[in-house]
């Protein structure tokens, strides 16, 4: 057992304890041995100090500092002295001292790691990920995940001062179709019956509200068996709230005084509240997407009722097909050669998108390949219509208006970054209204809850739910920032009656529902009041906050794409004994 015990933090020390003397304990980032002396970086998470041997203070600790190696443990005790004129370090906290070490103690010793814990070493993420435990050392990480927690904190503070009170929900629940595809855990006690993993504490929540819990919220995890894609992860973080007696207002200025607060307590900056709101049919006519990003321009136009004028078949056979033509104007890009805009239709092309039409706007007007199939009358009214300038490109797909949207969102984005018309240090909030209740799956001939089945229809829209289905407006609400949604929320639907009517157009029939849903059904009967929440996604919201590409920098312990865990080999087999107990058996 050690006899030394930490007096400050490898980050802690200043000028003004010159002369102290003190016990520091941590990890050995580095051994220099300049002619005479030793110096030792040491390392924790608050920081690093230079820590000097000097044989004339002690040659047994000397000796042994000379053994010492990257990564052992160690712990020493000597006195802060100035460092002398010329070798200060200003990139350190703590670069104007170092402590002249009297005793030294090896609490640990270390092997050779398999990368250098450093920010500068360039590793691969399968290695960083294998070595987890290492990986977390390096102060990059480190930062990232005390931001992480400092987010947190905040949260749960500014919901606190507004009363808003943190209730656990279950994680081993039932299993109800919302969506994505359950983490089922079998019982061993109900020999045949089935847990879920809750992929969000939605039905929960709802009944906190009938049980009079006005104002709850839960930072909880969350679990989706679906397949993985760069900003997703089977296990997730997000902070869920609910409120009764609200209506959208309500919710939505919550959280924007929630992401002031962030930005101000957690990044010492200040952003503009409220945020502007656009509607769902707005986003998507605009941007293609309803989670668009406002940092830059570059809106969609329509121009469908302009060309039908024209001779250009490609156009025409989409309009008679029930399509549309719309574009973009890339401004500046009149310049781009012929290899550049086949490159643009290839990137189209993985959206769905047979073609790319395309003209460039010179002194006289437009020009392209196509040009000829089109009247004076039918240009100039294009370029007025796409606000066209000398030294434009604008880009047209004629398809179905889902290939359309993808293709010119995507195509939009990919010239935004392409062209650096984005400023990486700007924080762009929106929110994004008025949704569409349902969506119509074509290969499945029914009707889709576009959020979750219990979103509150609006109330002007309720006498048509069943006659006009997919002109019924939702009272949901999405949160953008730089063009990630950040989350989404609802006003529920709190009697049962409007509930079972929801269901019913989903093809879940009132027995049906009483099976999976029942409970939620129950309750609603015993006097639920009108309300709604929200949830966020707190590993994006990190991730954006700290302007990172993947949210794997964010979490301690992620898995991979293949949802694998490479540190501890999750999933794994398990032995045969423990299936019996459960009364499973593997079939190929």
Known sequence: MSTLKRTHTSGQLRMTDVAAAVTLVGWVSSVRDHGGLLFIDLRDRYGMTQVVFNPNRGKEFYESAGLLRPEYVIAVRGVVSARPAGTVNPHLDTGEIEVYADTLEVLNKAETPPFEITDESKVSLELRLKHRYLDLRRSAMQRRLIFRHKVCQAIREYLDRLNFVDIET????????????????????????????????????????????????????????????????????????????????????VIEGLMATIFEKVMGKK??????????????????????????????????????????????????SGGQIRGINANGCGSYSRKEIDDLTAFVGQFGAKGLAWFKVEENGLSSSITKFFPAETLEKLQKQMEARKGDLLLFVADKPKVVSQSLAQLRLHLGQKNKLVDAGTFNFSWVVDFPLFDYNEEAKRYEALHHPFTSPHPDDLPSLEEKPLEVKARAYDLVLNGVELGGGSIRIHTPEVQKRVFRLLGIDDESAAAKFGFLLDALKYGAPPHGGIALGVDRMVTLLLQLDDIREVIAFPKTQKATCLMTNAPSEVDAQQLNELGIRLVQ
């Open 170 to 253: 279950p994680v081993l629940t039932k299993s109800t179709p919302e969506g994505a595809r359950d983490y089922l855990v079998p019982s061993r006690v109900n020999l045949g019956k089935f847990y879920a993993l809750p992929q969000s504490p939605q039905l929960f929540k709802q009944i906190l509200m009938v049980a009079g819990y006005d104002r709850y919220f839960q930072i909880v995890r969350c679990f989706r068996d679906e397949d993985l894609r760069a900003q997703r992860q089977p296990e997730f973080t997000q902070m869920d709230m609910e409120m009764s007696f609200v209506d959208e207002n309500d919710i939505i200025q």
């Open 271 to 320: 952003i503009a509240v409220p945020f502007p709101r656009l509607s769902y049919r707005e986003a998507m006519a605009s941007y293609g997407c309803d989670a668009p990003d406002l940092r830059f321009g570059m809106k969609i136009k329509d121009v469908s009722d302009i060309v039908q004028k024209s001779d250009f078949k490609v156009f025409l056979d989409t309009m008679k």
